[in-house]
């Protein structure tokens, strides 16, 4: 079965430090890898996907098969930052475009 | 450009009373449509998707039921709320290929009582 596991409910760093926010995935195909992001009082949003391969926001994420996993990260975190961050996930081959979500992450970014 | 609406935006219902929560789509034709809950520590869960008019696949066992009438509006329901279908709602809906970026609405939260 499909699963995606953010392993920690909530993240808290101060300004300036690193961010790794943590995915892992569970699908035997190829899977097509993303992060959403919410921002206070916003709409959930793309943040980015792992076929384009670019940083967004200066966050990054790089798909990782071997250890099945799509970490989220960002060199020096910024108070803006702070948002619920969710992975998903969606079948290769699917045409139904249904995402598969993880159980978010908080990330707190403290001044 | 597209746009997609949801409402109500809050709700606060009876245990036993119906639910309809509507999802309208804008400046897309023939999208895939969504129905995602969002609960404290259980993230995002998937409840209903929709490819066509009419066609409504479930993914999870439960109370509440959808329906596709028109193209571009999906519709949440049920006919006795129970307390469990408290929870944060959210309408979503891509293009018809299935690739691409996932559009979410602003949400509809139910409170039970």
């Known amino acids: 079965a499909q699963r995606v596991t953010q392993p920690e409910k909530l993240l808290s760093v101060f300004k300036g430090a690193p961010v790794e926010l943590k995915c892992n995935y569970s699908?035997?195909?190829?899977?097509?890898l993303f992060w959403y992001v919410q921002y206070s009082r916003q709409r959930l949003q793309l943040l980015l996907r792992h076929i384009s391969r670019e940083s967004i926001k200066g966050f990054t994420a790089d798909l990782n098969k071997g250890e099945t996993s799509f970490h989220l990260k960002k060199p020096f975190a910024q108070e803006e930052d702070s948002a619920m961050y969710y992975c998903?996930?969606?079948?290769?081959?699917?045409?139904?475009?249904?995402?598969?979500f993880g159980q978010g992450t908080t990330l707190q970014v403290k001044p | 450009s597209q746009t997609i609406h949801q409402w109500p935006a809050t709700l606060v219902q009876p245990v036993g009373s119906p639910l309809s929560l509507e999802c309208t789509v804008e400046?897309?034709?023939?999208?895939?449509l969504y129905w995602y809950r969002q609960a404290a520590g259980r993230g995002l869960q998937l409840l209903f998707y929709?490819?066509?008019?009419?066609?409504i696949s479930s993914e999870v066992p439960q109370n509440l039921s959808a329906s596709r009438p028109q193209d571009r509006q999906f519709i949440l329901s049920s006919k006795k709320l129970l307390l469990s279908d408290s929870g944060f709602y959210l309408c979503a809906w891509i293009e018809k290929t299935g690739a691409g970026e996932l559009f979410f609405g602003e949400g509809s939260r139910l409170t039970v009582l």
């Open positions: 400046g897309t034709s023939n999208p895939n």
């Open positions: 998903a996930l969606r079948q290769g081959s699917s045409n139904t475009g249904k995402l598969i």
């Open positions: 699908y035997s195909g190829s899977p097509e």
């Open positions: 929709s490819v066509g008019i009419g066609q």
